[in-house]
């Protein structure tokens, strides 16, 4: 089963690797590509961290963010490891944190700054508000977390006795 892990990490910073490649050199800098009518393709440079945190700190957050991801990257090989093997959804969630992680780590190694490009935005009061553009190892991350924290708290523990779970 680690094997499945293992994989589903590598597709997910394959495919991180390459829509972001695709954004770069097919994309203009901050021009909006509508897809749909709440969905755009915009290219965005992040030198910081989730909705662009520390991006003007002046270059430090670039070796900073990189140690970080590199020290939960090394964490979470370790955890998905020693994972049991009835632990199919834990290990799902930690494979995709731990691509993204690697996708993004990938950026900032070359380049310096993270790859956005996926931009959410909605309509209220006739403004226009926008979501902080995201890319695949972001995505990947935030279905990761849920599916950890998920599996924390809705999934038996036991698999020989399945009513058993955390929040009984």
């Given at each position: 089963?680690?094997?499945?892990?293992?994989?589903?990490?590598?597709?997910?910073?394959?495919?991180?690797?390459?829509?972001?490649?695709?954004?770069?050199?097919?994309?203009?800098?901050?021009e909006?590509?509508?897809?749909?009518?709440?969905?755009n393709?915009?290219?965005?440079?992040?030198?910081?961290?989730a909705?662009?945190?520390?991006?003007?700190?002046?270059?430090w957050?670039r070796?900073?963010?990189?140690?970080?991801?590199?020290?939960?990257s090394?964490?979470?090989?370790?955890?998905?490891?020693?994972?049991?093997a009835?632990?199919?959804?834990l290990?799902?969630?930690?494979?995709l944190?731990?691509?993204g992680?690697?996708?993004?780590?990938?950026?900032r190694?070359?380049?310096?700054?993270?790859?956005d490009?996926?931009?959410w935005?909605?309509?209220w009061?006739?403004?226009t508000?926008?979501?902080?553009?995201?890319n695949?190892?972001?995505?990947?991350?935030?279905?990761?977390?849920?599916?950890?924290?998920i599996?924390?708290f809705?999934?038996?523990?036991?698999?020989?006795?399945?009513?058993?779970?955390?929040?009984?």
């Open positions: 089963m680690k094997k499945i892990y293992f994989g589903l990490t590598a597709l997910v910073i394959l495919l991180d690797q390459i829509t972001k490649w695709m954004a770069n050199t097919q994309l203009t800098m901050h909006q590509n509508p897809v749909m009518p709440f969905f393709f915009t290219l965005m440079y992040n030198k910081g961290a909705f662009s945190f520390l991006s003007n700190a002046g270059g957050q070796w900073f963010f990189t140690i970080v991801a590199v020290v939960i090394i964490v979470l090989i370790v955890w998905l490891l020693r994972l049991k009835h632990e199919k959804w290990g799902i969630g930690l494979a944190v731990l691509g992680a690697i996708g993004n780590v990938i950026d190694v070359r380049f310096g700054h993270v790859i490009f996926i931009q935005f909605g309509t009061g006739g403004d508000y926008y979501w902080p553009a995201f695949i190892a972001d995505a990947a991350i935030l279905m990761g977390t849920a599916l950890i924290l599996s924390s809705f999934i038996a523990d036991d698999p020989q006795n399945p009513s058993v779970t955390h929040n009984t």
